[in-house]
């Protein structure tokens, strides 16, 4: 089983793996070829290559849409305890959790060929119901959905799919938005993210979509050119409380946001993370106003730049293009 150290300088949680490298797919595969057709695990007629299903969007003919399996090189395995427990002065933590892959899509096809807002729906309901899932796994603190795609942006298969990473600490990104939101909300008693939204809304020279239950923006200090955040405009701290009507909208918006960064960026391999509130918290906080001061997101982070040494020194970003420029690039592309 792999660990879980906690760096206690940083306050950083690192996977130390033991054989994950070595058993990954080799070659360059996160780009299409024909004959990938014949090997690709996530392609329909071969699901007996992948590890049992965990759950499918079934249709009346048999086919799925959607499918979620365990990743079958997973960082976090669902058997045993997490054993928490210190090492000296530091804290380890066995590798417990929940590594799922979402099949996004039937079709093998690069991701900005494909989906549509109604299966972009289909997809925000796979991550709902597993994440409403292993909700339930006490051992377990916090999912993480993510998504990488294009090389670049560390995808290793060409088939578009998401991952699901849930784990028994809140990682490291996370806990710093709880922080800030919570120190906000102390001194405010309003949500930080309201805040932001309703500034962003009255300038409205960062937004450039804005449906029923959403906005789409360029963050002020965006750390990536062109990164973008899609909120819903009624505060929430959690996804998964995310009614059928709402999902819609978001899987539109979401479809819409993608095909305007391909057509400005001429399609940039790209990461988004979904951030909601934690399952639970650590017993320490028996008092929390969580549901109060977190406002659940999307992170989307076109790959374009590189990070290097003064980034690694400094936790500096530097972006080359103005966040109000990009939301204009952007304005301009999305239909
Ligand atoms: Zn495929
Ligand atoms: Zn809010
Ligand atoms: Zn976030």
Redesign the pocket.
Known sequence: MNDLRKDPVSGRWVIITRDYLLKRPEGEIQTFHENQLKTCPFCPGHEAMTPNEIWRWANPDGSWSVRVIPNKFPLLRIEGSPDRRGEGLFDHIAGIGAHEIIVETPEHLPQYELEDGEQMFRVLSAYKIRLQDLKNDIRLRYGLIFKNVGGEAGAQLAHPHAQLIAMPVIPM??KV?LVNCKKYYELKERCLFCDIISEELDKGKRIFAETEYYVAWAPYASRFPFET?IIPKDHSSCFTCTEENSLKDLGALLHRVLMGLSRALESPPFNY?L?TRPFSLSPRYKQTTIDEDFHW?I?IMPRLTKIAGFEWGSGFYINPTQPEEAAHVLREAMI
Do not use: C, F, K
């Open positions: 990104n996370v938005e955040w993370v951030h997101h992170e």
